[in-house]
């Protein structure tokens, strides 16, 4: 019995020893084996390595694919105009030497990232610091951040290099501070107000115009109007009165007798209407007087 637990007891240490001389390295990692805290080797392929069991040797691995490092930092910049102005920013990197990487900067990518952030950051506010903020938001900014970026590169691959690509530089976003981004929408406000005010007064005149325009022509349609309804008015009354004047000239009694007859239709034009005269002497009967004959017959 003994010797069946020493025989276990023994194919588990072999295989405690074996995990910890074994190790693989993922196609997307660098393997550093480092022996008392010195780099021994650097493993850039993938599969399965040995080494030493601790502590003799352990293993570090460290991402070799495309990193993004987005800004974190808050605090405005002043531009060449002294205008205080808030940029977010990121940078794609990778590590491309670990060796360098880890005696320069450390053995995890948050260390390179923090002084990768510091650099970066640095950089922005010496580039910033020469423009305006009208270059900030015009196509000059592609050769602000292609000298930001030049300006990293520089620092990385420096007296002692860390071992990192710089692949790009980008501005995300570019804005005032919130205490002047307020008082520009305030300005704004206003100036859309005088705009919208000036338009308003603008129209108002315009339609004052037109209304007196459309009145002014009203009059005269109405003026040439009654004018030329007087005309043909004078006109008929002309020409009426030619007509009665040679009506009257060929028959002047039937026309005293027809004037009559219309004087009496517009006299007594309704059932109630009653006339008072005197038949005897009122010339408005001469012609009944004179009997049926209106033309004075017998």
């Given at each position: 019995m003994n010797r069946i637990g020493l025989i276990i007891s023994s194919f588990v240490l072999a295989l405690?020893?074996?995990?910890?001389?074994?190790?693989?390295?993922?196609?997307?990692?660098?393997?550093?084996?480092?022996?008392?805290?010195?780099?021994?080797?650097?493993?850039?392929?993938?599969?399965?390595?040995?080494?030493?069991?601790?502590?003799?040797?352990?293993?570090?691995?460290?991402?070799?694919?495309?990193?993004?490092?987005?800004?974190?930092?808050?605090?405005?910049?002043?531009?060449?105009?002294?205008?205080?102005?808030?940029?977010?920013?990121?940078?794609?990197?990778?590590?491309?030497?670990?060796?360098?990487?880890?005696?320069?900067?450390?053995?995890?990518?948050?260390?390179?990232?923090?002084?990768?952030?510091?650099?970066?950051?640095?950089?922005?506010?010496?580039?910033?610091?020469?423009?305006?903020?009208?270059?900030?938001?015009?196509?000059?900014?592609?050769?602000?951040?292609?000298?930001?970026?030049?300006?990293?590169?520089?620092?990385?691959?420096?007296?002692?290099?860390?071992?990192?690509?710089?692949?790009?530089?980008?501005?995300?976003?570019?804005?005032?501070?919130?205490?002047?981004?307020?008082?520009?929408?305030?300005?704004?406000?206003?100036?859309?107000?005088?705009?919208?005010n000036e338009l308003r007064s603008t129209g108002a005149a315009e339609g004052e115009k037109i209304r007196?325009?459309?009145?002014?022509?009203?009059?005269?349609?109405?003026?040439?109007?009654?004018?030329?309804?007087q005309k043909i008015k004078g006109e008929g009354d002309g020409e009426a009165a030619r007509i009665y004047?040679?009506?009257?000239?060929?028959?002047?009694?039937?026309?005293?007798?027809?004037?009559?007859?219309?004087?009496?239709?517009?006299?007594?034009?309704?059932?109630?209407?009653?006339?008072?005269?005197?038949?005897?002497?009122?010339?408005?009967?001469?012609?009944?007087?004179?009997?049926?004959?209106?033309?004075?017959?017998?």
């Amino acid at each position: 019995m003994n010797r069946i637990g020493l025989i276990i007891s023994s194919f588990v240490l072999a295989l405690a020893l074996a995990s910890s001389t074994l190790f693989v390295v993922d196609q997307r990692q660098f393997g550093v084996v480092l022996a008392f805290g010195q780099i021994k080797t650097v493993i850039t392929q993938p599969g399965l390595n040995f080494k030493l069991p601790p502590p003799f040797q352990n293993v570090s691995y460290i991402d070799k694919r495309l990193l993004t490092l987005d800004s974190t930092d808050k605090e405005p910049v002043l531009t060449a105009e002294k205008q205080r102005v808030v940029i977010d920013w990121y940078v794609r990197w990778r590590i491309s030497e670990p060796t360098e990487y880890i005696r320069n900067v450390g053995t995890t990518e948050n260390a390179g990232a923090s002084q990768l952030n510091r650099v970066v950051r640095n950089a922005f506010q010496e580039e910033i610091n020469k423009r305006t903020v009208s270059e900030l938001l015009s196509n000059k900014r592609e050769g602000l951040m292609e000298d930001v970026k030049a300006e990293v590169i520089s620092q990385v691959q420096g007296q002692k290099p860390w071992g990192v690509d710089v692949v790009d530089v980008r501005i995300t976003r570019v804005d005032y501070v919130d205490a002047i981004t307020e008082s520009v929408y305030r300005r704004m406000e206003a100036e859309r107000k005088r705009v919208a005010n000036e338009l308003r007064s603008t129209g108002a005149a315009e339609g004052e115009k037109i209304r007196a325009d459309a009145d002014r022509q009203r009059e005269v349609t109405v003026a040439n109007a009654y004018r030329d309804a007087q005309k043909i008015k004078g006109e008929g009354d002309g020409e009426a009165a030619r007509i009665y004047a040679d009506a009257f000239g060929r028959d002047a009694q039937f026309a005293r007798f027809y004037r009559s007859l219309e004087a009496y239709k517009s006299s007594l034009s309704k059932k109630s209407d009653l006339m008072l005269v005197d038949p005897s002497s009122s010339e408005f009967f001469k012609s009944l007087r004179d009997g049926l004959n209106p033309l004075g017959g017998k």
